[in-house]
């Protein structure tokens, strides 16, 4: 299995600001959480991962289109995400629905039913979401030692 690294740093501003550094020359994101907690200065992490979503099925439709050969107008994708609070009472979202919407009828596109039926196949976030991630979390204090995690991969003495 052919395995791509991808790595993204953020760093805390004031209170629930983070400035989000992609590197590879693109412009860094702030993201904060809305008032009352935060500032509202920038998306959140849930619209983040919503916008994500979005993103990547637009994306994703755009290359099938483009893969048999159709030259598709501009796309636009809505995203809603549903908020609830599960058995802790914690807040999730349990489901999104997605609106993409072609800039022009499906008739002028080429094996239209095809793109239709593997578009989402395509898309990393969604499926990679919809599979579940496995996320190992690792808590490390100012001296790298290792707090929460796998100590197995500390540093030094």
């Keep these: ?14 209170g629930y600001a983070f400035r989000i550094e ?4 693109i412009d860094d ?4 959480e809305p008032v009352p907690l ?6 959140n992490p849930s ?7 979005a ?4 994306a994703s439709l755009t290359f099938a289109l ?4 159709n030259q598709p107008g501009p796309i636009t994708a809505r995203i809603t995400g549903l908020m609830g609070r599960n058995a802790e009472g914690r807040w999730r979202i349990p489901r999104a629905r997605v609106e993409i919407t072609l800039a022009e009828h499906p008739g002028v596109h080429q094996q239209f039913e095809r793109v239709l039926a593997q578009f989402e196949d395509f898309c990393v976030v969604t499926q990679s979401v919809r599979d579940g991630i496995d996320v190992e979390v690792e808590v490390r204090d100012a001296d790298g030692r290792v707090l929460l995690g796998d100590k197995s991969n500390e540093g030094g003495g």
């Design 47 to 53: 619209k983040l991962l919503l916008a994500s979503i």
């Design 38 to 43: 935060g500032a509202g200065h920038g998306p």
């Design 29 to 32: 994101l702030l993201s904060d």
């Design 55 to 58: 993103n990547c099925l637009a």
């Design 22 to 25: 992609f590197g590879d020359g």
């Design 1 to 14: 299995m052919d395995d791509k690294r991808i790595e993204v740093t953020l760093h805390q501003q004031e």
């Design 66 to 69: 483009r893969k048999f050969g």
